[in-house]
C-alpha cells in the first residue's frame, strides 16, 4: 500500500501534467484578471458611502482569500508528506510558501492602503488585518526554517510540522485578535463587512477571485516544476529533457 | 575477570516501567537545571530587565505603569520563555544524549511533555515568583498582581510548550535564537491576547472567568497536542545527527 | 537456522547526491556478529542510524523479529542498544548519575550493578565526579559500561574503538564476542582490525552492498 | 454589463478617480510589482537550473572523454 502511494506522487508524472496544465492557467489567469480588473476598475459604480476607494477590494479580497487557504493547502499538503511519506507534498510546500507569502503581503499592503481614505490613517488594528499580518509572519517563519535546514528530508518533515501546528492555531489567533479586537475597538472605525453589493460590484470580484486562484495556480505549478528539476536532476529523464531546451 | 555482561540476554515485551522512566527524566532535568544554575538565572534577570526598560523608555508616572504594567511584565515573561527554550535540548542534542532519550523504549510525546513540565518547575516557576516583586515596582494594586500571577501561572505552560515545539524543530540548527522567536512567537498572540485581556478586565471590575476558562482551554490543547509535535520535531532532528 | 532479529530488505538511501546504499540485504540472527566496513563517507555510520530506526529517510523494509519496524518501535528499542560517534554523556552529570538516567528509561536495576560496570571499564574512583572532568576516553567508558549493564540482545556501535585504550579494546571485544554466544546479534563499524573470527563483514561503497 | 457603464468621461478622471486615484493607483501598482517579482523569480529559478544541469553534464562529458584514452580500469 505504502509503496503504491509513493508511486502515485511521481515526480515525472506530475511534471508532465502540470506542463500541459500552466499554459491553460496563464491565460485563463491573465483573461480573467484583465477583464475583472478592467470591469472593476472602470465599469463597476463609485461606491455610495467609500467613493472610489472601494475599487481596492479587486484585489484586496482575492488576495486575502488566497493567502489564507494556500497556507491550509500546505498544511494539508504537509499531513500527506507526514503520513504517506510522499517528496511531492513538500515539493508543494517550497512552491506556495512564497507565493501565499506574496499574496498575504498584497492583502496587507492593500488593506493599510484602503484604511486611509476610510479612517485617516495608515494601518488600523482592525481584526482582519491583524490576523492577516500574524498569517504573514506564519509564513515568514515556514520559509525562514526551510532556509535553516540543509537535509532535504529534515526540511520537509520541519515545515510540514510547522504547516500543521500553524493551521490548528489559524482559527485560534483569528477567534482571539477578533475578540480582542471588540474590546478595544470603538464600534465605528470597525471595517465594514462586504457591503451588500449590486450585481455589477461582486460580479467583477468573482471574477477577479478566479483569475487570482488561476494565477496562483499558473505561478505554484511552475515553481513546483522548478522543484522538480532540481530534486531529480541526477535522473535520466530531467537530463535529456533540460538538454532539449 | 572474564568480562562477562553483568546482565544476561533478555527479550523484553516492550518498554515497561513509564512512571519510572517519567520520574528519571523529571528528576533529570531538575538536577542539571540545579547543577547549571546559570541557565535559570540567566532568564530571571532579563526577566527583571526588561521590565525595568518599559518606565525608563516610556513614562515613569503611576498612572501609565498601573495601565501598562500587567501587558509590560506579560510580554516580559514571553520573551524570557523564549530565550531559555533555546537551549532546552541543545546541549543533549550536542552531547548525544538526546538520541538515546528519543531510542528508550518510550513514548516520546509522553516522555517530551514530563520534561517540558520539569523545565517549566526549574526555570519557569522561579520567573513567577518574581511576578509581584516586579508589580509591586509597577504600582500595580495588590489584587490585580494576583490575577496577573494567576494568568501567568496559567499561561506560562502553554508558552512553554508551543515554544517546545520550534525548539525541537530547530535544535540541529546553528545559532537558532532568533529564529526560535521567528516562528514561535504568532502562536504567543492568542495567550499573551487573554493573559492581558484578564488584568485589565479584572481592573475594570469585570469578572475575569470568561478569560481564565480560554486560558485553561488553550493550556488542555497546548497538553494535548503540543507533545506530538515536539516528539515528531525532536525524531526529525536527531535523525541524521 | 538462529533467529533472524533483525533484517533488512533492499535498502536504498542516497544522501547529498550520492547514493550510499541500493538493494542492500543484511539479515542479523542470535549470535552474529557483522563488521560494516568501506572508506569513510560510504555510509557506514547512515546505514548503521537506519537499522537503529533514527534515520528514517530511506526506502526498503526493516522488520524485527519478522515483524515491520515501524510498527514495533517501542519493542524493538527495548531490545536494542545504539552506540553512536557521541558518547551520549551529559557534562554536569556525574558517571553514576548518567548511567543510573539511562538505564531507568529501559528497566529497573540494582544500584551495585551500576558500581560494578563502572568499575569493569577501569572507572573507580571517577563514579561521582561530574563528566566535565572527564577525559574524552573516559567518557567514552562511562559509554561502554553501559555494554556491561545491557540485557538488549542486539547491539549497534558505530565507530565502536574509537577514542579507547588497548586496555579498553580488548574488553570491548570480548563483550561483543559473549553478547553473540549468548544469543544477541551484534552489528558495528570500526577502521579497528578486529580480532573476532566468527565475524561477517557487509562491504559498503563500490560494490553492490550485500552481506558477503 | 447590467447597469456597469463606463464611470469616467476622461483619462484625467479615471487618474483622479476623486481623489482617490492615489490610493488605488498605488495598490494595483504594488500587486503588479509583487506578482513580477513572483514571475521574474521563478524564471530566474529556472534558468539557474538549467544552466547547473548543462555544466554538469560538460563536466561529466570531459570527465568520460579523459578516462576513455587510457584503458578502462574498472569503474
Redesign the interface.
Known amino acids: 500500500m505504502w509503496q503504491w502511494f509513493h508511486k502515485l506522487g511521481s515526480p515525472k508524472w506530475f511534471f508532465g501534467i502540470a506542463g500541459r496544465l500552466i499554459p491553460w492557467l496563464g491565460f485563463g489567469a491573465l483573461i480573467l484578471l484583465g477583464v475583472g480588473i478592467v470591469w472593476g476598475l472602470l465599469f463597476a459604480p463609485a461606491d455610495y458611502q467609500q467613493g472610489d476607494s472601494y475599487r481596492i477590494i479587486f484585489i484586496h479580497v482575492p488576495s486575502a482569500y488566497l493567502g489564507q487557504s494556500l497556507y491550509v493547502a500546505m498544511a494539508v499538503a504537509g499531513a500527506v508528506g507526514l503520513i504517506w511519506r510522499m517528496k511531492m507534498a513538500d515539493t508543494f510546500i517550497a512552491a506556495t510558501a512564497p507565493v501565499g507569502a506574496a499574496l498575504t503581503f498584497v492583502a496587507l499592503f492593500t488593506g493599510a492602503v484602503w484604511g486611509k481614505p476610510t479612517w485617516g490613517t495608515w494601518w488600523v488594528w482592525d481584526a482582519r488585518l491583524t490576523s492577516m499580518l500574524l498569517l504573514f509572519f506564519l509564513y515568514l517563519g515556514v520559509m525562514a526554517l526551510r532556509r535553516a535546514l540543509e537535509?532535504p528530508?529534515n526540511r520537509a518533515?520541519a515545515s510540514a510540522i510547522l504547516t500543521l501546528v500553524g493551521v490548528v492555531n489559524i482559527p485560534i489567533i483569528k477567534f482571539s485578535v477578533e475578540w480582542w479586537n471588540t474590546l478595544h475597538q470603538p464600534a465605528s472605525i470597525k471595517m465594514t463587512e462586504a457591503p451588500a453589493m449590486p450585481a455589477s460590484m461582486w460580479v467583477p470580484l468573482l471574477i477577479c477571485a478566479i483569475g487570482f486562484h488561476l494565477l496562483a495556480g499558473w505561478l505554484i505549478l511552475m515553481r513546483m516544476r522548478n522543484e522538480i528539476l532540481y530534486r531529480e536532476r541526477?535522473a535520466r529523464w530531467v537530463r535529456d529533457w533540460l538538454l532539449s531546451q | 575477570m572474564?568480562?562477562?555482561?553483568?546482565?544476561?540476554?533478555?527479550?523484553?515485551?516492550?518498554?515497561?516501567?513509564l512512571i519510572?522512566?517519567g520520574?528519571?527524566?523529571f528528576r533529570?532535568e531538575l538536577?542539571?537545571a540545579f547543577?547549571?544554575k546559570q541557565d535559570v538565572i540567566n532568564p530571571l534577570v532579563f526577566f527583571v530587565l526588561i521590565v525595568s526598560l518599559f518606565p525608563l523608555g516610556i513614562s515613569p508616572e503611576t498612572e501609565f505603569l498601573r495601565d501598562a504594567g500587567a501587558g509590560i511584565i506579560w510580554v516580559a515573561a514571553l520573551l524570557a520563555i523564549l530565550l531559555s527554550l533555546n537551549m532546552l535540548f541543545r546541549?543533549?542534542y550536542?552531547?548525544?544524549?538526546l538520541?538515546?532519550?528519543?531510542?528508550?523504549?518510550?513514548?516520546l510525546a509522553m516522555m517530551a511533555l514530563v520534561r517540558v513540565s520539569a523545565v517549566w518547575v526549574a526555570s519557569v516557576v522561579p520567573l513567577l515568583l518574581l511576578v509581584p516583586l516586579l508589580g509591586l515596582m509597577l504600582h500595580l494594586p495588590a489584587e490585580r498582581i494576583g490575577v496577573l500571577t494567576l494568568t501567568l501561572l496559567m499561561g506560562s505552560p502553554v508558552l512553554l510548550l508551543i515554544g517546545a515545539i520550534g525548539a525541537a524543530l530547530t535544535v540541529s540548527v546553528r545559532n537558532s535564537g532568533m529564529l526560535l522567536a521567528l516562528l514561535m512567537t504568532p502562536f504567543y498572540v492568542p495567550v499573551l491576547i487573554f493573559g492581558t485581556g484578564a488584568v485589565t478586565a479584572f481592573g475594570q471590575g469585570a469578572s475575569i472567568t470568561g478569560h481564565l476558562a480560554i486560558l485553561g482551554a488553550m493550556l488542555a490543547l497546548a497538553i494535548v497536542l503540543a507533545p506530538l509535535a515536539i516528539a515528531a520535531g525532536l525524531?526529525m532532528s536527531?535523525?541524521?545527527? | 537456522m538462529s533467529t533472524t532479529l533483525l533484517e533488512a530488505r533492499q535498502l536504498y538511501c542516497e544522501?547529498d547526491?550520492r547514493v550510499l546504499f541500493s538493494g542492500l540485504d543484511l539479515s542479523v540472527g542470535s549470535g552474529d556478529i557483522v563488521r560494516i566496513a568501506g572508506p569513510n563517507g560510504a555510509g557506514k555510520?547512515?546505514l548503521l542510524?537506519v537499522l537503529?530506526?533514527?534515520?528514517?529517510?530511506f526506502e526498503g523494509g526493516l522488520s524485527w523479529y519478522g515483524y515491520p519496524l515501524h510498527q514495533q518501535r517501542?519493542?524493538y528499542?527495548?531490545?536494542?542498544l545504539?552506540l553512536?560517534?557521541?558518547?551520549?554523556?551529559?557534562?554536569?552529570?556525574t558517571p553514576l548519575?548518567n548511567l543510573?538516567?539511562?538505564v531507568?528509561?529501559?528497566?529497573?536495576h540494582r544500584e551495585e550493578?551500576l558500581w560494578?560496570?563502572l568499575a569493569?571499564v577501569g572507572l573507580e574512583g571517577y563514579e561521582d565526579i561530574?563528566s566535565a572532568h572527564l577525559s574524552a576516553g573516559q567518557q567514552r567508558r562511562v559509554a561502554l559500561a553501559r555494554?556491561?549493564?545491557?540485557?538488549?540482545?542486539v547491539w549497534l556501535l558505530d565507530e565502536a574503538f574509537t577514542a579507547i585504550d588497548q586496555g579498553a579494546v580488548k574488553?570491548l571485544e570480548?563483550?561483543i564476542s559473549?553478547?553473540a554466544a549468548?544469543?544477541?546479534a551484534v552489528v558495528l563499524s570500526t577502521h579497528h582490525r578486529l580480532q573476532l573470527d566468527e565475524c561477517r563483514v557487509l562491504e559498503l561503497g563500490g560494490s553492490l552492498g550485500f552481506a558477503t | 454589463m447590467g447597469d456597469a457603464l463606463m464611470q469616467f468621461d476622461s483619462l484625467q478622471s479615471l487618474i483622479a478617480m476623486n481623489g482617490y486615484g492615489a490610493y488605488v493607483w498605488s495598490s494595483y501598482l504594488v500587486f503588479l510589482v509583487v506578482i513580477a517579482a513572483l514571475v521574474l523569480g521563478t524564471r530566474l529559478q529556472y534558468r539557474r537550473i538549467v544552466l547547473d544541469q548543462q555544466r554538469l553534464v560538460r563536466i561529466e562529458s570531459r570527465k568520460a572523454s579523459e578516462r576513455k584514452p587510457q584503458n578502462e580500469s574498472g569503474s
Open positions: 537535509d528530508e518533515r541526477r | 572474564q568480562p562477562e555482561s553483568r546482565t544476561p540476554v533478555t527479550l523484553r515485551e516492550s518498554g515497561d516501567g519510572r522512566a520520574v528519571t527524566t533529570r538536577l542539571i547543577r547549571e546541549n543533549d550536542a552531547d548525544g544524549y538520541e538515546q532519550w528519543v531510542l528508550s523504549p518510550q513514548p525524531r536527531v535523525a541524521n545527527g | 544522501r547526491d555510520t547512515t542510524r537503529a530506526g533514527l534515520n528514517l529517510s517501542d519493542w528499542q527495548a531490545n536494542m545504539f553512536g560517534h557521541r558518547a551520549g554523556i551529559t557534562a554536569s552529570l548519575e543510573r538516567c539511562w531507568d528509561m529501559r528497566r529497573p550493578l560494578e560496570a569493569d561530574p555494554l556491561y549493564l545491557s540485557t538488549e540482545p574488553v570480548s563483550l559473549s553478547r549468548q544469543g544477541g
